[in-house]
């Protein structure tokens, strides 16, 4: 094939002579479009690699990470925390038309004109100064009452598993916004230079609705804000080993020269994702000693593995990743996400849910205990809860295996430590657990409280994409002052 082209003159140029579409617009109308991007690569570089945007808090930070404990598939308020008995008095009656008011349901509720009401069988006590209700099935959780602000009046537009837990994640019911923790990295940037800002730990080996990678991607930020997933294997991140035969001064010197390629690249067409791509490069060799470090627990006196239960030697398990998220937060990373799968219980709850309570109560407790006994818990946010809660009204039959639908009009989360107003209940719901009575808190709410508590105004972490200035609360939401310390 000839490398030349002919004009229409007859006259044949080199094709090096030629310039692409990028090339173009860096080059001529003065470059404006490779002008501002070098500008606001600049300005990253001016504040350090591992800096963020901000430079500086807008607000003085209560805490410096979150612990963020996330529980997919909507877990039954009405089971764990909600105490309501007008349930079990009238078990098995119809929801009330001016209760339900007219709500959209999902089509798995089967006959909306005649769903029979549906107590919970699990027996609730009073615990902490506040005299919060909780379900048998949290006795551990019951026991840290009084570090715990528990919202019981959350709320939400969706209805269904994807939109909604990728609205909790990203502040947008549609895939492709950054996520929470990438937010978190881009404004506030790492503590440990060693170590990912925004780390992901998933439970092994539990079913229910899957989890996409869009719910810890950075989305139109740049990549290096995206979270790391950990895996529970030998390897927690992937290709951070030399292959066989490499050396670690062998990858050093590959990785400088790749460094001096992606440089000289960077000259001539200034691009986000060329700065981006040389952070990972640098961050994936850093942590070839900072990961075995961080994720081994060998060094965990017994004391310390007790307070998570008898899981924490199994990889993989929530208790072993609760124990990871102390690890990982006491090293200076700034979000820490984990999921927990399988709350989705359209039937069988009674016993399903008293599993997965078993498989996670013990592990949140341990995880607040741990971090206060070594004084983290003051400038470290965890926060409990799932997408939505789950129906007052019976799924199908009564019988002993029933099941409770999607419910976004009202559910329950929880927050510790970080700023947060200790040993709280915020909010109230209705005497059928169904509607927000008082003080309801959004998603966009939430989230302007979680960044205001790491002293971040939510209207000002801001960042333009396709002509529009976008963040994670869109244009709504408001600190809830209530929830604060």
Same mark, same amino acid.
């Given at each position: 094939m000839k490398s030349e082209r002919t004009l229409?003159?007859?006259?044949?140029?080199?094709?090096?002579?030629?310039?692409?579409?990028?090339?173009l617009l860096n080059r001529f109308g003065l470059g404006l479009g490779g002008v501002a991007l070098a500008e606001m690569l600049g300005r990253e570089q001016a504040l350090g690699a591992d800096a963020g945007i901000l430079g500086a808090p807008h607000v003085p930070p209560k805490a410096?990470?979150?612990?963020?404990?996330?529980?997919?598939?909507?877990?039954?308020?009405?089971?764990?925390?909600?105490?309501?008995?007008?349930? &079990?008095?009238?078990?098995?009656?119809?929801?009330?038309?001016?209760?339900?008011?007219?709500?959209?349901?999902?089509?798995?509720?089967g006959n909306q004109s005649s769903i029979p009401m549906v107590g919970s069988p699990f027996k609730f006590t009073q615990h902490g100064q506040a005299g919060g209700w909780y379900s048998e099935l949290l006795p551990h959780t019951?026991?840290?009452?009084?570090?715990?602000?528990?919202?019981?009046?959350?709320?939400?537009?969706?209805? &269904?598993?994807?939109?909604?837990?990728?609205?909790?994640? @990203?502040?947008?019911?549609?895939?492709?916004?950054?996520?929470?923790?990438?937010?978190?990295?881009?404004?506030?940037?790492?503590?440990?230079?060693?170590? !990912?800002?925004?780390?992901?730990?998933? @439970?092994?080996?539990?079913?229910?609705?899957?989890?996409?990678?869009?719910?810890?991607?950075?989305?139109?930020?740049? @990549?290096?804000?995206?979270?790391?997933?950990?895996?529970?294997?030998?390897?927690?991140?992937?290709?951070?080993?030399? !292959?066989?035969?490499?050396?670690?001064?062998?990858?050093?010197?590959?990785?400088?020269?790749?460094?001096?390629?992606?440089l000289h690249q960077l000259e001539g067409t200034p691009d986000a994702e060329i700065s981006s791509r040389i952070d990972h490069y640098e961050m994936a060799y850093r942590m070839q000693s900072s990961i075995p470090e961080a994720t081994g627990i060998e060094d965990e006196p017994q004391h310390v593995l007790d307070l998570y239960g008898e899981d924490v030697k199994t990889p993989g398990t929530f208790a072993a990743n609760c124990l990871q998220a102390?690890?990982?937060?006491?090293?200076?990373?700034?979000?820490?996400?984990?999921?927990?799968?399988?709350?989705?219980?359209?039937?069988?709850?009674?016993?399903?849910?008293?599993?997965?309570?078993?498989?996670?109560?013990q592990a949140s407790a341990g995880l607040i205990k741990d971090l206060k006994q070594r004084g983290l818990l003051d400038d470290t946010l965890v926060v409990w809860g799932g997408e939505f809660g789950r129906t007052n009204y019976c799924q199908g039959k009564i019988s002993e295996n029933f099941g409770r639908d999607h419910h976004p009009r009202c559910f329950t989360?929880?927050?510790?430590?970080?700023?947060?107003?200790?040993?709280?209940?915020?909010?109230? @719901?209705?005497?059928?657990?169904?509607?927000?009575?008082?003080?309801?808190?959004?998603?966009?709410?939430?989230?302007?409280?979680?960044?205001?508590?790491?002293?971040?105004?939510?209207?000002?972490?801001?960042?333009?994409?396709?002509?529009?200035?976008?963040?994670l609360t869109d244009v709504h939401g408001h600190v809830v002052k209530g929830l604060l310390a």
């Open positions: 229409p003159n007859g006259v044949e140029v080199p094709s090096h002579h030629f310039i692409n579409r990028r090339q410096k990470r979150i612990i963020y404990l996330f529980m997919s598939g909507g877990p039954s308020h009405l089971d764990l925390y909600d105490y309501k008995p007008l349930l &079990n008095k009238r078990h098995g009656e119809k929801l009330p038309d001016s209760v339900r008011g007219g709500q959209r349901l999902t089509g798995m509720s019951a026991s840290v009452a009084d570090e715990l602000c528990v919202v019981k009046s959350m709320f939400t537009e969706s209805i &269904n598993h994807g939109p909604g837990v990728t609205f909790f994640q @990203t502040g947008s019911q549609i895939a492709g916004r950054p996520s929470m923790g990438a937010w978190l990295s881009y404004g506030l940037g790492a503590q440990n230079e060693n170590l !990912p800002s925004f780390t992901v730990l998933i @439970t092994k080996g539990k079913g229910g609705q899957p989890l996409g990678a869009h719910l810890w991607g950075s989305g139109f930020l740049p @990549t290096k804000h995206q979270g790391v997933l950990f895996r529970a294997a030998k390897d927690p991140v992937l290709y951070l080993g030399n !292959p066989e035969g490499i050396s670690g001064d062998s990858r050093r010197m590959m990785l400088d020269r790749l460094k001096e390629l992606h102390r690890r990982l937060a006491e090293r200076g990373v700034r979000f820490i996400q984990l999921y927990h799968q399988d709350w989705d219980h359209h039937g069988g709850l009674p016993g399903n849910i008293r599993k997965l309570a078993k498989e996670t109560d989360a929880w927050m510790a430590g970080g700023g947060v107003e200790a040993g709280s209940i915020y909010g109230e @719901t209705d005497e059928f657990g169904y509607n927000v009575l008082k003080d309801g808190v959004h998603i966009h709410d939430f989230h302007a409280t979680l960044l205001h508590l790491l002293g971040i105004d939510h209207e000002r972490l801001t960042y333009k994409f396709q002509g529009r200035r976008y963040r």
